[in-house]
Each structure stands twice: as structure tokens, then as C-alpha cells.
């Protein structure tokens, strides 16, 4: 196990996402603000987010994204189901 210190910055928010999912404070009627979670992220991984975020959506998570990056907001577009209301 590395300390979280130690783990570069994009990839701990991968971590705190986890950590929340699996102490139980992410869940069906939970409320999740995020302002640029893009920020410090490989670009690689910012569709890998976005699709985590639109699943807990779909489990009943209201998620509030604020970017100011294009391609995020196009990720959203793209990726989203019909299903999940994505207010912008």
C-alpha cells in the first residue's frame, strides 16, 4: 500500500471516490459537489471519470460537476444516457 502522499494528485481522487463508495457515503441519495475534478487529472483519465460519475448517477447519487474545460463537458455529452438528467 503507498501512503496517500505519495500518489500523484490526479490519482488520488480516484482514491477519495472509492474511499467514500466504500465507507458508505456515497449511496442512493447522497448529494456529490465537485469543482474541476478534472483539475491535475491526466486527460487520459477524464472519460474513466466522467463514466464513474455518470454510474453513480444512474444509482441514485445527484452529482454537481463545475468546469471550465470544454472537453469535460463534451465527455458528458457524449457519454450519457438518456436516462440520467446532465444539467449544464
Do not use: C
Not at 480516484?14 to 459537489?33: A, D, E, P, Q
Request: hydrophobic share 45%.
Amino acid at each position: 500500500m503507498t501512503e496517500m502522499s505519495l500518489v500523484a494528485s490526479g490519482h488520488r481522487k480516484f482514491g477519495l471516490l472509492y474511499k467514500l463508495l466504500r465507507n458508505g457515503l456515497l449511496k442512493t441519495g447522497s448529494v456529490l459537489f465537485w469543482d474541476e475534478p478534472e483539475n491535475s487529472l491526466n486527460p487520459e483519465l477524464v472519460p474513466v471519470l466522467v463514466d464513474i460519475l455518470l454510474e453513480l448517477a444512474k444509482n441514485g447519487v445527484q452529482i454537481f460537476v463545475a468546469t471550465h474545460d470544454y472537453n469535460v463537458a463534451r465527455y458528458f455529452d457524449a457519454r450519457k444516457d438518456r436516462s440520467v438528467p446532465v444539467n449544464r
